[in-house]
């Protein structure tokens, strides 16, 4: 090799290798001709990219396939369960972390004590605690993904607005973890972690255009546009839950006046049961749990839950209405908490979307509850993780040759 | 070359000549060094890129340029003043066209005769008649884009709303334009095509994060994050003018209620100028006439136009507010009917958002009129061939070689 070239040949094979793990993690198995026919690349190239994830240990061989035309060939995988990563995800007054595999597989996912807007300094100093038992106890653990509420400023390293927990601001969380472990920690807005791990753990098509509407304790987007993550200039963009719905609204935390988030959010469904006296005032549930008793109780037949859960849904479908004019998904996927409410808000969503969006935008829309097995925001920091993982091979695997 | 790499070559061989005309597009004048350093080409590969696009007509060389320690290069450039495009936009009572050179330096745009709902057939007639003159005119024509009104639904051809010209809807741009012509014909959503304007034509390095925010007959916002057009699945994202600013609003044709489009477009401030006694009821202006009536009469002193014009701003500031929160672009250009309303219009938007959107985004959004010699849309819709002929050299520019 001119040496003259060398850069240009390394920056070339770690995009190649990159993009043989990416088809990979998302094909699962493939023979060595089908990965060369989708990625453009020679049957000689693709030979010597694949001995190199072979020699590294990224990928495993998988054994015969049936080919077309009775030929047999080899099926190649990702060695999805030989590494892992931890993926946090911070929810104001929740941290759940969890291990999962390169697959995005569960070994465990845990919450941390209940915190509060005092305790947040003392939940940070447990958090480093659980991770460093965590890496000794796991040695092959590759990266920790964590999801934090948006607005997050990627570059400061801090989320903008926290309703009803403002000590959050005070957090730099690049500053706290990223060069805490021995492992990369990679930071992103909770609603695009949980984009992430729709496009990375589901394989349907339409999650080339997918928008992952969070609705929990506050409420976030993600939206990936034909197969690339929508970010912003700071890494803000796609901040659905303080998009104003009524510019003569409510007041928000945020500046912005009406913001969907004071509609909708489980605190804010939280503070319409205390308000109608569905909940007494006394009451120590905490935000999910006020939820969960709403959704039992429209369950169960209550009327007054059941209309609660009507005009909740009427919001969401609001939010819905806002997601398809401005960012055109062809799915929107409704997560976290409220989504709980499962198919009387679903309905009640569609049917608002149905009234308000163009007919022919709301014909090729689907939208539907998250089918993710866990959360998808933890399971979403895990895939943070893993995309970067698989973006960056040659840190993570290195070939003996 | 073994054939068994040629599909692979050539399409990386074409990847790098259209690299190497955008970079010469954006940067105007280059060497083959700066070229090859900003590109990660080796010298050899570049050379090999530089000879094609010679042979092809595609690009020049300048001269001598001064290199660091008095080393003399010679500079390259691409030929833009050797082939054209025309623009054509539609807006609704307005078709204008222009003739532009490949660095968007229009040698004329005009008028076509004004539409009305009834005279459209007639409209596209002539448009098709008028084309064919200028094709056969201007032997260097290479493409022609065309900026029509969103939503804009790209693989069915037509527009899904056009308030107020209900008629356009049964226009199959596509059908009617697509193959009509020896050139190709590239489509695109007019505030789209007026980012892109931006983009190519305006070296400003925010314009990676671009929001180009068009108030004209129709409210309209095309966003480049990172480099990136957004899209859509259908091509109907973004689009600003029908995300509701209050969800129990005036309502919309588009089905949706509380539209930003009904509260400050040229239509709407007509509307608003007739209702207040500003304008006779048998007035006969145009949209375009009756906004010029009153930001010239707010110019001049007039109380109650000042006061529209403030209101005006304060809805435009809206959506300002919107953007920041949907897009977190880090420019923000104002374009179009509505945007002639100059520093007044400008400086209430400002407030807005310095009210509205969190301070650290505010910070680092710049807002600003449009500065483009010409309207942007139509200089949008040559963008938009432009953006295309770079993208697909070969397409145009036929090497001897």
Known sequence: MNSRTTTEQQTLSEYNRARTLQYLHHHGIASRAQIAKALHLT??????ISNHLL?????????????????????????????????????????????????????????????????????????HAEIRRLLAEHPHILAIGMAVPGPYLRDRGHTAVVSSMGQW?????????????????????????????QYLFDPNPANENLAYYLLGEGIGLGVIDHGTVINGSLGAATEIGHVSIDVNGKACDCG?????ERYCSAVAIHEAMLGNGMLATDSRLTHREACAELFARAQSGD?????????????????????????????????????????????????????RVIPEITQSTQIELSALPTDAAVTGAAAVAITYILDHPSQFFASGT
Chains 1, 2 share one sequence.
């Open 256 to 260: 912005n006046v009406g913001c969907l």
């Open 169 to 197: 601001r005070q957090v730099n969380f690049r500053a706290e973890f990223e060069h805490a472990f021995d492992v990369p920690v990679i930071i992103e807005q909770d609603a695009r972690a949980g984009a992430l791990a």
């Open 43 to 48: 049957p000689a190239a693709l030979s010597k």
């Open 303 to 355: 009327g007054q839950a059941r209309e609660l859960v009507e005009r909740i849904g009427t919001f969401v479908g609001y939010g819905c209405v806002t997601i398809c004019n401005a960012f055109n998904p062809s799915r929107i996927v409704i997560g976290d908490i409220v989504a709980q409410a499962g198919e009387p808000l679903l309905q009640r969503v569609r049917e608002v979307v149905g009234e």
């Open 55 to 127: 020699a590294s240990g990224a990928i495993v061989e998988t054994g015969a396939l049936e080919g077309k035309g009775n030929r047999r060939s080899i099926g190649l995988a990702v060695n999805a369960r030989a590494f892992q990563v931890l993926g946090v995800k911070f929810a104001r007054s929740l941290i759940e972390i969890g291990l999962f595999d390169l697959a995005g597989k569960p070994s465990f996912i845990r919450e941390l004590p209940t915190v509060e807007n005092t305790t947040i300094p003392q939940a940070i100093e447990s958090l």
